[in-house]
């Protein structure tokens, strides 16, 4: 052994000798000379902290995990009898010579175009097309991740992944490739779901987890077919949890920092109990490529939305009918709400559910059925997730005090955006009149339009807090404090009243081209 200057072994002796910087924390704190012999290694027994394996889950789980391989027709330039389409200078596969890299390609790959009942098992007696003199033929035009959620062959996967798609193969972990029919899709929260026939084979399958017991920090490990290179294990933490990123209403991502890339979309998200904890369906990346910032669509939203794809082919989602926005800190106190919660109400639709049962603009919802509502987001997936005809109790904000609201929900259009948002289609707006008004503190310049409805924003301070709340210069404003304007003056009564209230901000609905919002300005330098 290497010896120090006073005939000990050096601390890097000691570090390279055990492979564990605690052993040589140990010896400095006791005191005990570093002259480090087999004898006392052992009556140590310092150890390495155990390094987690995921292989038990992964050899439990990837049975379960597939390939899905999404076909549709594309136009050929020439067609042969054989279903593939070539024209190498006007010559024709046939014409080409058998060492032909063509040739040799397709061969290598089971796809000799010569093979004629090799054509009729991928296409039929009729041809790619299913019949006779069609054109086209079914290529590959996507590829994602899915997985089995019944032995009998139910697999899940992303509406994106299939949305383009007329024809589907799933391929399992062991190469078989399976057709797969398309039972039913969801756009708004990204799932749809395939059967294969197993022809009475049973599928190993996987089951949801429970959200309760999902935490931030806890590992997890997605299976999938990443740039189409077939099963890939990564691992990684639940890096949050509730992540909205702008894709729908129903927005409560799962962020987890497993390596998740293209193809991967559809694959689950496995927790150390190989139960799907999420549905890998976006990425965050400047490049393309994973950066350590992937979404999962939870277990709880996926669970209830593919048993309705299965009983139904799609989801029946309830409908309340208007329009909302979250409730900001500012909003809250130009309406005297103790704290920035709820769903603000801008507009309900004429004739919906809410519309019917007296909703109105400016209302807040604060609970749904005895329970708190957290924010407009929380409203949506509430209502969404509940059944068309089911009666519900809200508590509405209006006017300073609590009320309460029965509402019976309707059927969500399929054409309609969210569960809680009307159609935002708004006529044009008029040009400004000549005449205009300055409400200099406000930093807004404002006229009366054409159809008497609101007043027209003629101009806008840069340097103002409507500016820097979005308000912008052709946009209306059609009441303040929920009280209906039509003139400068009107809204200088409104602020004037407010003030007396105590209150320092006050609410301006906002109406534009892409339809209507609440905004909250400070109120203080008003006269």
Known sequence: MLKNFNGRPSLATVLKASTVAGIAAAVLATGVPLEITRSYAEAVKVQAPAVPSFANVVDAVSPAVVSVRVENRVNPVADNNDGFSFDFNGRGFDDLPDDHPLKRFFKQFGQDPNDQQGHQRRFGQNGPNGGPGGKGRLRPVAQGSGFFISEDGYIVTNNHVVSDGQAFVAVTNDGTE????????????????????????????????????VRVGDWVVAVGNPFGLGGTVTAGIVSA????????????????????????????????????????????????????????????????????????????RGWLGVQIQPVTKDIAESIGLSEPSGALVVAPQAGSPGDKAGMKAGDVVTALNG?????????????????????????????????????????????????????????????????????????????????????????????????????????????????????????????????????????????????????????????
Do not use: C, H
């Open 241 to 316: 949890r509730g992540r909205d990123i702008g894709s729908g209403p129903y927005d409560d991502y799962l962020q987890v920092d497993a390596a998740v890339n293209r193809g991967n979309s559809g694959g689950p998200t496995f927790n150390l109990s190989g139960e799907v904890v999420g549905i890998n369906t976006a990425i965050f990346s400047p490049s393309g490529g994973s950066v350590g910032i992937a979404f999962a669509i939870p277990a709880s939203t996926a669970r209830d939305v593919v048993a309705d794809l299965m009983k139904d082919g799609q989801v029946s």
């Open 178 to 213: 399976l057709d797969a029919k398309l039972i039913g899709k969801d756009p708004r929260t990204d799932l749809a779901v395939l059967k294969v026939d197993g022809k009475g084979k049973k599928f190993t399958y996987v089951n949801w987890a429970d959200d309760n017991n």
């Open 371 to 527: 329970e708190t509502i957290k924010d407009a987001r929380d409203l949506s997936r509430r209502i969404g997730a509940m059944q068309p005809g089911s009666k519900v109790e809200l508590s509405v904000w209006r006017a300073g005090k609590a009320q309460p609201l029965t509402v019976e929900l309707g059927t969500l259009p399929i054409d309609q955006k969210d569960a809680s948002a009307d159609d935002n289609s708004q006529p044009q707006q008029p040009e400004a009149p000549a005449s205009e008004k300055a409400l200099a503190d406000l930093g807004l310049t404002v006229g009366p339009s054409d159809d008497g409805k609101g007043l027209a924003i003629t101009d806008i301070d840069p340097n103002s807090d409507a500016a820097d709340k979005g308000i912008k210069e052709g946009e209306k404003i059609t009441s303040v404090n929920n009280q209906e304007v039509s003139s400068a003056d009107d809204i200088v009564k409104v602020l004037n009243q407010a003030k007396k209230d105590g209150r320092t901000r006050a609410l301006f609905q906002i109406q534009s081209s892409e339809g209507s919002r609440f905004v909250a300005l400070p109120i203080n330098g008003q006269g």
